[in-house]
């Protein structure tokens, strides 16, 4: 039997452990892949924080599913009077379980509570699976996000350095 709940701190080997099936399936990661314990205790905080709700789905009591909606604050505009906003992400659903309308639900679930929230505006990376969704839902595609990668800056200027003979900073 399919079941969709709001996770609860109890849950947190359930969450981390969908993450990391789905951070495995979209960067390709091998099955054996293991995840830095930094990142993994960082997962494992967070989802203590309660800075967020998570859904967790069900067959009886294998977990197959998540979504989380991170909620945060931003500096009060004319376009975000309250300054009240959510970031709705990591929506996955095992392979297995696809198609039968987990993520929707769980996505539906997600703005519901977020509008119990106050939450004014909501803004999603979606991948293309799930855009068709999301559309269902109102949201708009948008380019008005940008983003720095300062690890790949930082990785260029030591290939940079490295090929113009540079050791140890000095240059000698």
């Given at each position: 039997?399919?079941?969709?709940?709001?996770?609860?701190?109890?849950?947190?080997?359930?969450?981390?452990?969908?993450?990391?099936?789905?951070?495995?399936?979209?960067?390709?990661?091998?099955?054996?892949?293991?995840?830095?314990?930094?990142?993994?205790?960082?997962?494992?905080?967070?989802?203590?924080?309660?800075?967020?709700?998570?859904?967790?789905?069900?067959?009886?009591?294998?977990?197959?599913?998540?979504?989380?909606?991170?909620?945060?604050?931003?500096?009060?505009?004319?376009?975000?009077?309250?300054?009240?906003?959510?970031?709705?992400?990591?929506?996955?659903?095992?392979?297995?379980?696809?198609?039968?309308?987990?993520?929707?639900?769980?996505?539906?679930?997600?703005?519901d509570d977020a509008k119990e929230n106050d939450i004014t505006e909501i803004v999603s990376c979606a991948n293309?699976?799930?855009?068709?969704?999301?559309?269902?839902?109102?949201?708009?595609?948008?380019?008005?996000?940008?983003?720095?990668?300062?690890?790949?800056?930082?990785?260029?200027?030591?290939?940079?350095?490295?090929?113009?003979?540079?050791?140890?900073?000095?240059?000698?």
């Amino acid at each position: 039997m399919l079941k969709i709940k709001k996770a609860n701190n109890t849950e947190v080997k359930e969450f981390i452990e969908l993450n990391l099936k789905m951070f495995k399936e979209i960067y390709t990661l091998p099955d054996e892949y293991v995840f830095d314990e930094f990142f993994v205790n960082y997962l494992k905080e967070y989802f203590l924080s309660n800075k967020h709700t998570t859904i967790i789905s069900y067959d009886n009591q294998l977990p197959i599913g998540c979504a989380t909606i991170c909620y945060y604050n931003v500096l009060p505009t004319f376009d975000q009077i309250k300054g009240k906003m959510a970031k709705l992400m990591n929506v996955y659903v095992h392979k297995d379980f696809r198609n039968l309308g987990i993520a929707k639900a769980m996505i539906g679930y997600l703005i519901d509570d977020a509008k119990e929230n106050d939450i004014t505006e909501i803004v999603s990376c979606a991948n293309e699976s799930l855009k068709k969704i999301y559309h269902k839902f109102g949201f708009q595609n948008s380019d008005e996000y940008m983003v720095i990668d300062l690890e790949k800056q930082l990785r260029e200027r030591i290939n940079h350095i490295e090929k113009r003979g540079f050791h140890d900073g000095c240059g000698c």
